[in-house]
């Protein structure tokens, strides 16, 4: 099945209001800025989609990606384990002002709830928060003489994903630490939308270097020279534009 469509548009045009989206990054590595700017554009043009939940390590920088996307109104609440980041105005900001509400994850478990939704696991306990806020309402265990707190799993209606190489079929590799939380949230979410930087024919990954099989990708576009969110950081880049 030929999974590819013809623009970051096209790929992001049934996000609706509502939903829950993965967005893979770990700060600038690995994150899909072109997709998560034709979904701001999308917003722009008509409105929708708004009141999104977002999964993703962070809260973005400056006023690019997951930045932009925030500052354009668009999320109702952020879960993430590193709000602090290097330039988190724009969530900050929204933040104190009461307009996005936050879900405070430790890292290692936000990727194993992202995991454990991709896997069918319903829940599992770790030490990690234990007699701390973050641990407050949740169910605890003890095992072998020590506490450990319930976490449930994390899934979500779309994963905007960056890769490396795609093949038509939705087969993926990433380079190097852009692999992060991508792997993850494309089994985890019930439609994974893929830009990849090099799209081939099927069978032109070898196998054995495939990391995400195509059976969790349900979208491919081409992004030839993706932006990078360091880059467009250190230009001041805004998104939009503003008007001249």
Known sequence: MDKTVADPATAVAGIEDGMSVMIGGFGGAGSPIELVHALIDRHLATGHPKNLTVINNNAGNG????????????????IC???RSADPVVFTERYLAGQIELELVPQGTLAERIRAGGAGIPAFFTPTSFGTDLARGKPVAEFDGRSYVQERWLKADVALIKAETADTHGNLTYRAAARNFNPLMCMAAAETIVQASDVVAAGGIDPEQVVTPGIFV???????????????????????EPAA
């Open 63 to 78: 006023h690019v990606g997951l930045a932009a996307l925030i500052e354009t109104g668009m999320v109702a609440k952020l």
């Open 81 to 83: 384990s590193f709000p």
């Open 218 to 240: 349900q979208k491919v576009v081409q992004v030839a020279n993706p932006a990078q969110e360091e880059d467009l950081n250190r230009a001041n880049a805004v998104y939009p």
